[in-house]
């Protein structure tokens, strides 16, 4: 039984950090050497432009130069003896907690952006659940193609009974205190794995630095909440485990659940938590019935309590939901060339939808064919697939806001935003952010790999699960369709394995200045020297075959920020008013005509 949870420990840790670290090495060298930048308009185009190599290796430098200069002051050791007194350490977590709260609801409350695109319909859906109007769930209609927005449809006609339909501002603030709970829950998983009391901090303090994350709070959708309700599924089940409460292992299912009907992406994270405790399984011979239990429930009632806002419609409405656009649609989309960048959204899984009678089973037959075609199109001609997959990579990975502002400034907002917030919306308020994050993306990256090269190796296993989740988005998005926002969620995740990174690296440092030195060092050299080999390959394919592809629209994008114009999306309440008022004028001439038709005995 050892032999055998030894054998499957080490496989999973080889794995994880091996595709890890080629992941992670991979986008810190594209974002080393280029940054993408979003359109303020409906287009979602995206500019791949030239990044200072230099500039970026100076970053580098003078943030270490600044993290060494700390840890010689000692400012880590002495913060960690001050937050080994529990009551100072529950204030300090709190406050944090609380500005990320503040800082989201002062986002929310001073844009109050309006919900477009996918957020809309499924709010119009919803509404339309409660007035028993039931087209969108006809051939064509928005639920019959995208069968996934049922759950959020639900869940918002849920809402909607408490705080009223189209309660925007609120379904915002929720956000707000989704992400709270997010960035609680992170701490607390790293508090059960026994991760030091600082580096807690210090994740949550990059919290709230995490700008993007704060901006998402306006974006009506699941973004946030899947997260948050994965990560609770996630430490109950740890909890579950260590203490054998069942109530734990209740809220573990019913959460992962929830998590799936608010977004089916959250796929990925239950995987990962059924990985993550298999791996495990044989590790102590009296939890591996509860491990198995555990699996087992979340694999079958979280899946099935999924599928329940799907039985509730299909009783309600008497329409039948087995359709919908194929997931094979999908994946051919992903690997498909578009308008906006390589794998994003073109169409594709629409167009074929339709020209398949909205018959999935047909449209998987047509998806599988163009998969094969452009598998094949990528091996014989292998630089056209090194360049596609390039910029498709960087696409996600290396637009350091990850759409939070294309998200935003297309919106119309009920409030007459001030002066500062429509300097930061504008393109040139964008670019300046955007610098600044590129920083904070290269420096959150390159933490990431050096926590797979410092980190204990004995504790990898325990502590691997954000790695673990973000190695399932990575691989996942490398073939499904390709957006900046669907990598936000991950990039939350990478914010703890970063602080882990330069602690581990500090430690390190301690190590060689001790009796013993460079033999007392313990490095997952191999893991270093991989990291190493994937960027130099990386490079040199680049320049051999890469044609400037993460590059190419630099001057073009200096021209667009010169030109482009703010757009004008306000919709204040003195406008809704002056709308409502024209409404009411419409109404009264209707009326009006309405008695001199009665008046002269005509009905209609």
Request: charge should be neutral; charged fraction near 20%.
């Amino acid at each position: 039984m050892k032999r055998l949870n030894s054998i499957l420990e080490n496989l999973y840790r080889v794995a994880v950090s091996a595709v890890g670290m080629v992941a992670l090495s991979i986008i810190f060298a594209m974002s080393i050497i280029c940054t993408c930048y979003k359109t303020c308009d409906s287009n979602e185009d995206t500019f791949f432009v030239d990044d200072s190599v230099a500039k970026n290796v100076l970053g580098i430098v003078v943030f270490l130069l600044i993290l060494f200069g700390l840890n010689r002051k000692k400012v880590f050791e002495k913060l960690g003896l001050y937050l080994e007194d529990e009551i100072k350490y529950k204030k300090i977590k709190k406050l944090l907690l609380c500005i990320i709260l503040g800082l989201s609801c002062v986002w929310v409350l001073f844009t109050q952006y309006v919900p477009g695109a996918d957020q809309a319909d499924v709010l119009d859906c919803a509404h339309k659940l409660y007035a028993k109007e039931y087209n969108m769930l006809e051939p064509g209609g928005y639920l019959n193609k995208w069968p996934n927005q049922v759950g959020p449809a639900v869940v918002d006609f849920v809402l909607a009974r408490i705080w009223g339909d189209f309660n925007v501002v609120a379904m915002q603030l929720l956000n707000a205190v989704g992400l709270t709970l997010l960035y609680k829950k992170i701490v607390e998983i790293l508090d059960t794995w026994k991760v030091a009391r600082a580096t807690q901090i210090i994740t949550l303090g990059m919290g709230v630095l995490f700008l993007p994350m704060i901006m998402y709070t306006s974006f009506v959708y699941g973004t946030i909440w899947h997260l948050t309700l994965s990560l609770v599924a996630f430490h109950s089940s740890i909890l579950f485990i260590e203490t054998s409460r069942w109530s734990q292992a209740v809220v573990s299912v019913l959460t992962m659940a929830l998590s799936i009907i608010v977004k089916t992406n959250a796929m990925i994270f239950l995987m990962a938590i059924v990985i993550y405790h298999l791996v495990g399984l044989f590790a102590e011979k009296r939890d591996i019935a509860k491990k198995l239990i555990l699996v087992a429930s979340i694999c079958i009632l979280s899946l099935s309590l999924s599928k329940l806002p799907t039985v509730i419609v299909e009783k309600q409405t008497g329409y039948k939901l087995d359709q919908g656009v194929s997931n094979l649609g999908f994946i051919a989309m992903g690997l498909q060339d578009g308008e906006f960048a390589p794998g994003w959204w073109n169409g594709y899984s629409t167009l074929t939808y339709e020209r398949a009678g909205y018959n999935t089973a047909k449209q998987d037959i047509i998806a599988k064919k163009e998969i094969s075609n452009r598998l094949n199109e990528f091996t014989t001609d292998k630089a056209y697939g090194y360049r596609f997959f390039t910029q498709k990579i960087a696409s996600m990975w290396a637009e350091p806001t990850f759409q939070c502002f294309w998200l935003n400034q297309l919106r119309l907002h009920r409030v007459k935003t001030p002066g500062w917030i429509n300097s930061l919306m504008n393109m040139k308020g964008y670019v300046r952010v955007a610098e600044f994050f590129d920083y904070f993306q290269v420096i959150i990256y390159l933490g990431g790999i050096l926590w797979l090269i410092c980190g204990d190796k004995k504790k990898f296993n325990t502590d691997s699960f954000f790695v673990l989740a973000f190695c399932g988005g990575f691989l996942f998005h490398l073939f499904w369709e390709a957006k900046t926002q669907y990598s936000v969620t991950y990039m939350v995740l990478l914010l703890p394995c970063a602080v882990m990174g330069y602690k581990a690296l500090l430690e390190k440092l301690e190590v060689l200045k001790a009796e013993g030195g460079i033999k007392n060092l313990k490095l997952r050299y191999g893991y270093g020297l991989l990291s190493i080999a994937v960027i130099i390959m990386f490079m040199v394919a680049y320049k051999g075959v890469g044609d400037s592809c993460i590059t190419c629209d630099t001057g073009d994008f200096i021209e667009y920020v010169a030109s482009v114009e703010p757009l004008d999306t306000d919709e204040s309440m003195l406008e809704v008013n002056i709308m409502k008022s024209a409404i009411e004028n419409h109404i009264d001439f209707i009326n009006y005509l309405e008695s001199i038709l009665l008046r002269n005995g005509v009905s209609y």
